[in-house]
């Protein structure tokens, strides 16, 4: 067992002597915010996370090749170096309107939550550390990265693990909620899109059931159909739908996005083939075009529980009475995990992720997510975690 | 005498128009403040403003006292909201005032002319900068594009806002201006008979940074006419060499119903009348018959002079063939 003792030292009045980044934090996450950054048009949130790098004297900022912005507090000693990634991208385009609400307690806007509040701890965490008088043993490279989400498909994480110089032994993956996650593994994961479409030379004598929603409602019973096993746990996500224009034109088209999820690797692979079956079937069958489309995978694995790292990070919840709450992930985790890197994700804040401009975060709890955040930063660097 | 004034009038724009990314350099900022020895006080005026007021403080208080400490007081200072303004304001760390609790001897009156005017006897800094508090899209540069002409250049006293978007025109010029009781009412009117003042691009924006030694000087309307009349007073009182403006880029708020504009344009109506009228200009009858707008070339103003001539034909009954053809 480690003597954490003097790791929690240091973690004592922490999220107290964090009230006072109140208006830092905030002004970062409401500034972030309100740039928009659909995946693949990052650019603008990107400069103004160099520029606050910049700002804070951190002299080897640069964006890289695929566009992530790279912050690097050097270390004393510089020997090796933790990774803190959070995610640029959100899933609102450009014309949304990007206005954040602060009120006394929460902030809403769309992608409040996700991701700019961990993206505001990221750029923020130089300001602290220094104000705090917190000098690291080791580098902390701070990751913005690009097209993390959907068909992103993790690209920006992906290409700075394999093109970047530093010795990386740790990271942290931040997002804005929800406070006490904690995740250290990642699951098996096929996400795709079915397309089906009526052929432009269609035989209108078959009045009523030339619908490429029908066609498509055909794939989703058969997906439904399919057996599933219990242990290991698997489950497919029907997770959007798209189709038609009008109430009274059949349907050209549709079109289903969804994502199969598997602890085990094999199941996945065999859902991707029956799903593929499915779709030959159901086209032959009807004579319509059905597409299957699978633009991102992720394969499982992670650390243990019992891993130093998750022990670490389970200590300093504990000391911080913070109720851990684990779950698998399949976002930049899964990134680090195909590397062979030790990494975490931890959430900064309680809120609720609508998907629309309503996304709200709780102001308060934000001093001890950050605490969490610099506790395990700390764990790390003092070496509480090999 | 025209061409005097075009010249003049484009040479103070030239030497005297800004774009806040003139002033992106804080940290030179807050030291030639210190050396100069300034202090600055930042005046937000409410009435129900909960929507935006959070937001406004919180990156003031970061990136202008926290980070940069560029202004050393933020006052909120409110007209009797019946929203949660107050209650915000206190949670993000402003000062917060009622109007009517400052000089509480004095009569109250309603009108945000009135929290301006208050907030001189009640805030220290040397200079007051005033900033709405409806700006959704709030951003530092609110604050210091305003104050650091200020700083940087003694002879100045009065720098007001001016919104401009080079970035929404594809073509090379572009009509630069304020908003519709600008162009409709006070462009036209300044063109008549202050034609100097026409060279403020926007003469009704809420926000503007002023010396002290200037404010406490001029009378207050308390309602729509305060931005009007400040105008009208500085420039009598100090010519047109005492005021910069600078571009702040695009400001988001609430558009206002034409109803509301009504009745703003009759606050400045008689706000400008009564000036007009005590400094004799409608006398110095010889009218100008030129109107003065605004276009932008990429980063560069210039006046657009467009000469209107209202001339006027007599009743029919003065002309003599009338008189004969109807035996009038
Ligand atoms: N109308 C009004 N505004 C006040 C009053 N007291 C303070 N204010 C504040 O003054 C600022 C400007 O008020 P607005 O009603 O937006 O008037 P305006 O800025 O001239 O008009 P817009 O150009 O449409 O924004 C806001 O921050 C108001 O909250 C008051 O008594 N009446
Ligand atoms: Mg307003």
Redesign the pocket.
């Known amino acids: 067992m480690k003597d954490y003792s003097e790791l929690n030292n240091q973690l004592s009045g922490l999220e107290d002597k964090l009230k006072k980044y109140r208006e830092v934090l905030l002004a970062n996450l409401v500034m972030i915010g309100e740039i928009p950054a659909p995946t693949g048009k990052e650019e603008n949130r990107i400069q103004f996370i160099l520029n606050r790098f910049d700002e804070a004297g951190l002299t080897d900022s640069s964006i890289d090749d695929a566009g992530n912005g790279i912050g690097v507090l050097s270390g004393k000693e510089s020997e090796h170096a933790l990774l803190l990634n959070a995610h640029a991208d959100t899933i609102f385009d450009m014309r949304t309107d990007h206005t954040m609400q602060v009120a006394s307690n929460e902030i809403m806007g769309p992608g409040v939550a996700d991701n700019a509040l961990g993206l505001a701890a990221l750029v923020s965490l130089p300001y602290i550390l220094e104000d705090l008088e917190i000098e690291l043993r080791n580098d902390l490279v701070l990751l913005a990265g690009v097209k993390s989400l959907g068909r992103g498909n993790l690209e920006g994480i992906r290409f700075f693990l394999e093109n970047n110089k530093f010795d990386i032994k740790n990271a942290i993956c931040v997002e804005g909620i929800q406070l006490g996650r904690l995740s250290y593994s990642s699951i098996g994961m096929l996400r795709g899109e079915i397309t089906c479409r009526v052929p432009e030379t269609y035989d209108w004598s078959r009045f009523g059931d030339a619908s490429a929603i029908l066609t498509l409602n055909e794939v989703i019973n058969k997906i439904n159909d399919m057996r599933l096993p219990k242990r290991p746990r698997t489950s497919i996500v029907m997770g959007s739908i798209v189709g038609g224009s009008s109430f009274n034109t059949i349907a050209r088209d549709a079109t289903l996005g969804f994502e199969v999820r598997s602890e085990s690797q094999e199941v996945v692979e065999r859902a991707g083939e029956t799903i593929n079956d499915i779709v030959l079937e159901v086209s032959s069958k009807t004579g319509d075009q059905v597409e299957l489309d699978i633009f991102a995978k992720r394969s499982p694995g992670g650390i243990p529980f019992a891993h130093p790292l998750t022990k670490c990070a389970r200590s300093v919840m504990e000391t911080l009475d913070i109720e851990p709450r684990l779950a698998p992930s399949i976002s930049e985790l899964s990134a680090l995990i195909n590397q062979n890197i030790p990494a975490l994700t931890l959430g900064i804040t309680v809120g609720e992720q609508t998907f629309k401009s309503n996304e709200t975060i709780q102001i308060e709890p934000i001093y001890k997510g950050l605490a969490q955040l610099i506790g395990t930063i700390l764990a790390v660097d003092g070496g509480y975690c090999e | 005498m025209t061409e005097d004034i075009v010249s003049k009038l484009q040479n103070w724009i030239d030497k005297n128009t800004y774009h806040h990314s003139e002033f992106w350099d804080l940290k030179k900022l807050v030291e030639l403040k210190k050396k100069n020895n300034l202090t600055i006080s930042l005046c ?6 909960e929507k ?2 959070g937001k406004e403080l919180i990156i003031f208080r970061s990136e202008l006292v926290e980070r940069y400490p560029l202004i050393d007081e933020i006052a909120v ?5 019946d929203d949660n ?1 107050l209650e915000v304001a206190k949670n993000f760390g402003a000062d917060t005032y009622l ?1 009517s609790d400052i000089l509480p001897n004095l009569e109250p009156k ?3 002319g ?2 301006l005017w208050k907030a001189i006897y009640q805030l220290k800094g040397d200079i007051i900068v005033y ?5 959704s899209n709030i951003h530092p540069r609110f604050v210091y594009g305003l104050v650091a002409p200020l700083i940087y250049r003694e002879e100045v006293k009065y720098v007001k806002a001016f919104y401009d978007r080079p970035l929404a025109f594809s073509g090379n010029v572009r009509p630069s201006g304020g ?1 519709r ?1 600008t162009e409709i009412l006070v462009r036209p009117l300044f063109s008549l008979f202050f034609p100097d003042l026409t060279a403020i691009i926007q003469p ?3 926000e503007y940074a002023v010396r002290r030694e200037v404010l406490e000087q001029i009378a207050f309307p ?3 006419g305060v ?1 009007t009349s400040h105008l009208i007073d500085v420039y009598h009182k100090f010519g047109l060499e005492a005021f910069a403006q600078t571009d702040l880029d695009k400001r988001v ?4 119903p034409t109803q ?2 009504g009745k ?1 344009s009759f606050g400045i109506l008689q706000t400008f009348i009564k000036r007009a009228k005590a400094l004799g200009v409608f006398e110095k009858a010889e009218h100008e018959t030129l109107l003065r707008q605004f276009q932008a070339k990429r980063d560069q103003y210039e006046q657009n002079l467009i000469e209107i001539i209202e001339e006027e034909r007599p009743p029919m009954i003065e002309i003599e063939e009338y008189r004969k053809k109807f035996k009038k």
Do not use: C, F, Q, W
Not at chain 2, 77 to 81: A, E, Q
Not at chain 2, 131 to 135: N, S
């Open positions: 937000l005026p409410t009435l129900n403003e935006t007021i200072i409110d007209s009797g909201s303004t109007a309603r009108g945000k009135e929290n900033v709405d508090a409806d700006i908003g009781v009704l924006s809420g308390i309602g729509y931005e708020h609430e558009n206002k509301a504009l703003m």
